[in-house]
């Protein structure tokens, strides 16, 4: 029962700290009477109706009409406990809190960290 109320825990959180990571917006202007576009574009590609690009660190979708919708991946972590440690994240876009003794371990308390986004 504590995995299942730990994963939720897990869960929640992610959902908070993405929302805060994400942004979206038009990416073509539509004029009243023209066709919506058949995509997107997104720091030099074109990306079709209904695809994702990753790139820098950044998760891209494009659905119908041109509305691009982009999230931030990877957090900064500004604090954790005594018994953690800061590493690098796998993906190499932020970083993750790991207990010392095993770096398999996340640290699930006392974590402070802030979106990337915010980092520029």
Known sequence: MDRILTVGVILAITAILCDGQCFSGTAIPVRP?????????????????????TKNCQSCYCSEGGGLSCCVNGMHITHVPDECKIITAEDGCGERAVTKEDETVECMHDVQAVSRRYLH
């Open 33 to 53: 009477g023209e066709k919506p576009p058949l995509g997107c574009y997104w720091d030099g590609h074109f990306l079709g109706v209904n695809t994702h690009m």
